[in-house]
């Protein structure tokens, strides 16, 4: 049984339209992160949460944002897509954070910018 | 600043060869070391991971890997490779004190039969 879901596995927008991407999980862990994949490139970090304690990259532009309601869930906010901002977005838990253990991840939402 | 470095972008190996896919990290304190694999459009699935103690680690589908701190390097074998290993492969080194987990640029394989 999936741990980590995300939704929708497939989003496309239009330019400048705001889009929000899911994540549940099942593991009741503590952190939480995203990531953006491009293709054929690394995963590199957005933010993540440990608790509701927000820790947000250095490079993140401020057009992405998150939100963790409870432990369960975290969505990504993009406020208005570019074309640059097409790739799969990747969530993933961990339960102290890597100090201690991997991390589980989604299969991804891939957007597309038209 | 802590990096890790996959040196080898794509690899073309025939099913049933052996196969060695290297990875370098710069890290100053003792490095948490994973290896993920990702079929084509989808998520990340941690292969094994290296914390302390032995430094020949075991993980799923008959991988295995070794850490050589004197070499900085964290390189990951199969003995004999199967079609369905074609993948990406990532090696990540884990900020203990951030609860980081900074990826390299992965390495695709190529299995031909």
């Known amino acids: 049984d999936a741990m980590v879901i995300q939704n929708p596995r497939y989003q496309v927008t239009q330019f400048g339209k705001p889009v929000t991407l899911s994540c549940s999980q099942t593991?009741?862990?503590?952190?939480m992160y995203w990531y953006q994949q491009k293709s054929s490139q690394a995963p590199k970090l957005l933010f993540h949460?440990?608790?509701?304690?927000?820790?947000n990259e250095a490079d993140t532009p401020d057009n992405f944002q998150s939100r963790r309601p409870n432990t369960s869930f975290c969505f990504l906010d993009i406020r208005s897509p570019g074309l640059g901002d097409a790739a799969m977005y990747l969530c993933?838990?961990?339960?102290?954070?890597?100090?201690?253990?991997?991390?589980?991840f989604g299969e991804g939402s891939r957007l597309t910018v038209l | 600043a802590q990096s890790v470095t996959q040196p080898d972008i794509h690899i073309t190996v025939s099913e049933g060869a052996s196969l060695e896919l290297r990875c370098n990290y710069s890290?100053?304190?003792?490095?948490?070391l994973f290896w993920y694999v990702q079929s084509p459009g989808q998520g990340l699935q941690l292969l094994l991971k290296?914390?302390?103690?032995?430094?020949l680690v075991q993980g799923i589908k008959g991988f295995e890997a070794e850490f050589k701190r004197s070499q900085s390097s964290f390189n990951l074998r199969k003995p004999s490779v199967h079609w369905s290993d074609a993948a990406e492969y990532f090696c990540?080194?884990?900020?203990?004190?951030?609860?980081?987990?900074?990826f390299g640029t992965g390495t695709r394989l190529q299995v031909f039969p």
């Open positions: 993933a838990t961990s339960r102290y954070g890597t100090a201690t253990g991997e991390l589980f």
């Open positions: 593991l009741n862990h503590n952190v």
């Open positions: 949460y440990y608790d509701k304690d927000f820790n």
């Open positions: 890290y100053g304190a003792t490095p948490y």
């Open positions: 990540a080194v884990g900020e203990g004190d951030t609860d980081k987990l900074i």
């Open positions: 290296y914390f302390s103690g032995d430094t």
